[in-house]
């Protein structure tokens, strides 16, 4: 390539020239993401899940899902296979789906997987939450009849001398025992305070707040 300055002085670069299509290339970082979703979900869902993480496709627009599918022909990755019936009982539950089996609003499946109440796996960010519902979760989540003993939060802290965002942590740690209990008309957290491994410990772990794990 040839650059004529102002003046008429002339400098040579070379310049490598991409082959066709080269600048409207899709990132190789997404390419490699596509292959990872495309073993379980379907063109639609890929499309969802690029689209919320906020990814373009070579022409720096949001895809489609038939932009998805030719991403995937012209890189030959194989489309996402038939999926196996999950457990009508146990799952693997969406987000939504085990909002639904639990007797809860999504936002509570979201804030109980953010704080560790709830375990789901989610295979990148956007990507549907996959939610195994055992029968331990759900004894623990559904919010039956509080056990008998068992005391709410603030109670919980009294006796055990520390704050309740202490006792929070420890309830999702496992290192006390804890249950969504029905009481009257609300659900609340009922504590089984003689389940304590950890003892009175005054303030001396209370490094974890937990705002949202709170007395109903």
Same mark, same amino acid.
């Given at each position: 390539?040839?650059i004529?300055?102002?003046?008429?002085a002339?400098?040579e670069?070379?310049?490598?020239?991409?082959p066709?299509?080269?600048?409207?290339?899709?990132?190789?970082?997404?390419?490699?993401?596509?292959?990872?979703?495309?073993?379980?979900?379907?063109?639609?869902?890929?499309?969802?899940? !690029?689209?919320?993480q906020g =990814? $373009?496709? %070579?022409?720096?627009?949001?895809?489609?899902?038939?932009? /998805?599918?030719?991403?995937?022909?012209?890189?030959?990755i194989?489309?996402?296979?038939?999926?196996?019936?999950?457990?009508?009982?146990?799952?693997?539950?969406?987000?939504?789906?085990?909002?639904?089996?639990?007797?809860?609003?999504?936002?509570?499946?979201?804030?109980?997987?953010?704080?560790?109440?709830?375990?789901?796996e989610?295979?990148?960010?956007?990507?549907?939450w996959?939610?195994?519902l055992t029968?331990?979760?759900?004894?623990?989540?559904?919010?039956?009849?509080?056990?008998?003993?068992w005391?709410? !939060?603030?109670?919980?802290? =009294? $006796?055990? %001398?520390?704050?309740?965002?202490q006792?929070a942590?420890? /309830?999702k740690s496992?290192?006390?025992?804890?249950?969504r209990?029905?009481?009257g008309?609300?659900?609340?957290?009922?504590?089984?305070?003689?389940?304590?491994?950890c003892?009175?410990?005054?303030?001396?772990?209370d490094q974890?707040s937990?705002?949202?794990f709170?007395?109903?």
């Open positions: 390539m040839r004529v300055w102002k003046g008429g002339t400098t670069r070379e310049v490598i020239r991409g066709a299509g080269w600048a409207h290339r899709t990132p190789e970082a997404t390419v490699e993401l596509v292959h990872k979703l495309a073993q379980e979900f379907d063109d639609a869902q890929i499309m969802r899940i !690029l689209n919320k =990814r $373009r496709s %070579g022409r720096g627009i949001p895809f489609t899902a038939s932009a /998805v599918t030719s991403l995937r022909g012209k890189n030959r194989p489309k996402c296979a038939k999926k196996v019936a999950t457990d009508p009982r146990h799952g693997p539950f969406n987000a939504e789906e085990a909002a639904r089996e639990l007797g809860v609003t999504m936002s509570t499946v979201h804030r109980w997987l953010r704080d560790g109440v709830l375990a789901g989610q295979l990148t960010c956007g990507a549907p996959r939610i195994v029968e331990q979760v759900r004894e623990r989540l559904v919010g039956g009849e509080a056990p008998e003993g005391v709410g !939060l603030t109670e919980a802290a =009294r $006796r055990l %001398g520390v704050s309740k965002s006792v942590y420890w /309830v496992g290192k006390l025992a804890g249950v209990a029905t009481v008309k609300r659900r609340c957290w009922r504590i089984d305070v003689d389940s304590a491994t003892g009175k410990q005054g303030g001396l772990f974890t937990n705002a949202h709170q007395e109903s």
